[in-house]
């Protein structure tokens, strides 16, 4: 009976060690009072820049967002945009984010910019934590069929940049669309 509970203990402290934290969080904007939901792990694409460095790359986080103005639910698609070179200027990071195109198993989704500041989803502070602190936050109206959409595709890439370029997922992104597949399901 010992060897069985010491056994669980084991398991669950491995759990614990493996888990990332909440799929999906919910939070109250300090000043705004309107109430953010979005994913806890957000998606990671890159596109390889190596014309210009040996390891340049250009990433793209891409997380949901559903905003709560007392019962008037709004979604968005937030974009962390930066590159690993390190001089390029935080604005020109922006260069052809005006309007993106997400695929998501080939069905191209275009977005178009709501704005590139937290106010523009009636909020103070960025919903998600920074990935550099040169990243530029970028905000696209969308509506839960869309994520849904997004949630449910076993291939995703976006067309964004100046120059324009496809942006891939990064590595293994099984976590992250966990997460985008329980913020669909209001988990």
């Not at 007392?70 to 930066?82: A, E, N, P």
């Not at 690993?84 to 922006?94: E, H, K, S």
């Not at 590139?116 to 934590?129: K, Q």
Request: with cysteine.
């Amino acid at each position: 009976m010992r060897v069985a509970s010491t056994l669980l203990a084991a398991v669950l402290l491995i759990c614990a060690c493996g888990s990332s934290g909440k799929l999906v969080i919910d939070s109250l904007d300090p000043e705004t009072a309107v109430t953010l939901t979005r994913s806890g792990v957000p998606l990671i694409l890159y596109r390889d820049n190596s014309g210009y460095a040996a390891h340049a790359r250009d990433f793209v986080y891409v997380g949901p967002l559903r905003v709560n103005r007392m019962g008037d639910y709004r979604y968005y698609l937030w974009l962390g945009i930066w590159s690993a070179i390190g001089d390029m200027d935080p604005t020109a990071q922006r260069d052809g984010f005006e309007s993106v195109v997400l695929f998501a198993d080939g069905e191209p989704l275009r977005l178009d910019i709501e704005g590139w500041t937290p106010s523009v989803i009636g909020a103070s502070e960025s919903p998600y934590p920074k990935p550099v602190a040169t990243a530029a936050d970028a905000y696209y109206r969308v509506t839960l069929d869309q994520i849904r959409l997004i949630s449910e595709a076993r291939d995703i890439r976006l067309s964004a940049g100046s120059p324009p370029g496809s942006y891939e997922p990064w590595d293994n992104q099984s976590h992250a669309m966990s997460a985008l597949q329980a913020f669909v399901s209001g988990d």
